[in-house]
């Protein structure tokens, strides 16, 4: 088992203010996994306070400097890239071909992302006799959820570096174990004192004292809409900026067309994906009403096909993240029953033969409507709903009649209907037939949230813009 108790400040492992530990379970097995020590305002504090004393000597670094500590980042990364998997494969109960591929993957992709935005990105231009420059904003406060925990830990840490900010990082308690090796690897790729600092803890307290604290310029948060809402009412007395990744319930128009088939078995599979615990996931799928049973029957087949809890299988799905995670998926999969959408596959429970473990039945709901729970409310589980629609101005009405905007899909064969219909969708990022760019900005409209992440559009979100007016005069004459 793990014990990680102490927080990562000014260069240096060091002890917590104080000594509440908290388990860290693993949702396969429903067996302690790991141990760490919940942080507290104190903590947050010194960490803060390390972060601006070091903020003065990285914000004036150079462009090499900031290239060479990526790079060496990156070695260490895929150094430490098998004890990366083990640690999200307990965390989360992820299956190791998820946890070793995507979940690790794409935490070296990010960083792909920003090295090579760095060596091109103008931090200054000339317009006119005004110089336009664009500033490091000061100390960040960067706080991540558990479902993709590297991820996104890698699209806040990367930027902000790359940038000049100087941070502090609250890692998910429920996964905190691949946040401690990441910041291993952050220490042994020879981050400057200070500049990285890591304090765990739960959104009472440390998330609060993170976003609350007046030393802090910018507060980075991923996490459900409604914690958003908290860091945002905390972070608004010191004017802060914040931004936001929040929830999404992303639809998926399915055009009518020879794709059909596939269209819909790949709106499945990728709704499956993570178990279902991603924010973009498109989890309302819309189809021809004159489709509907076909498209039903082709969702149950690729549902049914679906292994849940198989190690051994590269295809298999994890459980849910947690007890919590896993009564809500239940109570609204109970919910979409009690309004009168059709099960097509999965339903309420586990899956046969998995006794332990915060397993779900892939499920498919056919013929829901846009009014039903199951439509508006963001599950995060392997749960698909299937909409009709009778025509695609109505299509594009019901996938914007939503409160959310994070992302939004168009599957066909008919590449200019789907380019069409994706401008119209009211969202940050839509995907044709699940087109996938670790370059493309990634960020939501509405209650989505605000601001974005990836590539060269996360830098401008750790920047402040400073005008300086005659900079190219001759001087007063």
Not at 29 to 58: K, N, P, Q, Y
Not at 92 to 105: D, E, N, R
Not at 428 to 447: E, M, Q, S, T
Request: proline share 5%; charged share 20%.
């Amino acid at each position: 088992m793990r014990e990680y108790t102490g927080f990562y400040i000014d260069g240096q492992w060091v002890a917590p203010a104080g000594l509440k530990s908290f388990d860290v379970e693993n949702p396969a097995t429903e067996t302690v996994c790991g141990t760490i020590t919940l942080g507290s305002a104190e903590d947050v504090d010194r960490a803060v306070g390390a972060a601006r004393r070091a903020f003065a000597g990285w914000s004036a670094s150079s462009r090499a400097d900031r290239l060479e500590l990526l790079q060496a980042i990156g070695a260490e990364y895929q150094r430490r890239s098998a004890d990366l998997a083990d640690a999200v494969r307990e965390e989360i109960g992820a299956p190791p071909a998820l946890a070793a591929g995507a979940q690790v993957q794409l935490g070296m992709g990010h960083l792909v992302t920003a090295i090579n935005a760095l060596k091109d990105f103008s931090f200054e231009q000339r317009r006119g006799d005004t110089l336009v420059v664009r500033e490091p904003i000061g100390v960040c406060g960067l706080i991540t959820p558990w479902n993709w925990p590297l991820n996104q830990i890698a699209v806040k840490v990367y930027p902000a570096l790359a940038t000049g900010c100087t941070m502090v990082l609250k890692p998910s308690e429920v996964a905190p174990l691949s946040a401690y090796i990441f910041t291993e690897i952050m220490d042994a790729a020879g981050v400057p004192a200070g500049v990285y600092n890591m304090v765990n803890g739960d959104g009472p307290g440390v998330g609060v004292a993170l976003s609350r604290h007046p030393d802090v310029d910018m507060v980075s948060f991923t996490g459900s809409t409604r914690a958003g809402v908290a860091v945002a009412e905390n972070a608004a007395p010191t004017v802060k900026r914040v931004t936001q990744e929040l929830g999404g319930k992303s639809p998926n128009i399915v055009l009518d067309d020879d794709a059909f088939a596939d269209s819909v078995a790949a709106g499945v599979t990728a709704m499956m994906l993570n178990s279902g615990q991603s924010c973009n996931a498109p989890s309302r799928m819309l189809v021809p009403n004159s489709r509907m049973d076909e498209a039903v029957a082709i969702a149950r087949s690729v549902a049914e096909g679906v292994k849940v809890g198989d190690p051994d299988d590269p295809t298999a799905i994890g459980p849910v993240a947690s007890a919590a995670q896993f009564a809500k998926v239940q109570d609204l999969i109970e919910a979409g029953i009690a309004e009168g959408a059709t099960v097509a596959a999965g339903g309420a429970g586990r899956p046969a033969g998995l006794d332990a473990g915060y397993f779900v039945r892939p499920t498919v709901f056919g013929h829901v409507t846009n009014q039903m729970t199951v439509a508006r409310e963001e599950i995060f589980g392997p749960v698909l709903c299937i909409l009709g629609y009778d025509d695609l101005d109505q299509a594009v009405e019901i996938a914007n009649d939503t409160d959310y905007g994070l992302a939004g899909y168009v599957s066909g064969a008919d590449l200019d209907a789907a380019r069409g219909i994706a401008r119209r969708i009211r969202a940050g990022w839509v995907a044709i037939n699940h087109a996938f760019d670790l370059n493309a900005p990634f960020g939501g409209y509405k209650r989505s949230g605000n601001g974005r992440e990836w590539a060269d559009a996360g830098f401008h979100e750790y920047l402040e813009t400073k005008s300086t007016l005659g900079y190219g005069s001759a001087g007063v004459g």
